[in-house]
């Protein structure tokens, strides 16, 4: 049994509907926020997600940094370890042209050393050469839809 009300649909279908809307959008958000975040955070998914799709709120909780995440800024410092409790973004979606989207990061703890110039890690330094191929990539096709 289905009806309307005020142009939305009610019961079993509405209801499927919307679940079915709202697990495509969270999916589609975890791959936006991958392609951002992905250089600073590890792992980023769903499970992490809560979103308020309407108001435009997203939030993040437990995510790691990446050890390598300060590395493009060449200071002689490395992340030992690190982490986010809660990352807030409000996306202003009927204004994106003209609002910013505002980030807020609670609880961030990281644990900083000096740089050794003898520690190597060959896959780590693969890892991030990848990234840095995949980034040029990305922002190559971008020009090119341009």
Known sequence: YQRRVHGEETGFHGRLLQAL????FESLVVNILNRYLGPYVVGLNSEQLRVAVWQGNVELEGLSLRRDAL???NL???IKAGFI???VMNIPWSALKSKSVNLEIHDLFILLGPSLLGEFDANAEEEYLQRVKADRLLALEAQELR
């Open 21 to 24: 809307f709202a697990s495509m």
């Open 71 to 73: 590395r493009g800024l």
């Open 76 to 78: 002689p410092i490395d």
């Open 85 to 87: 409790g809660k990352l």
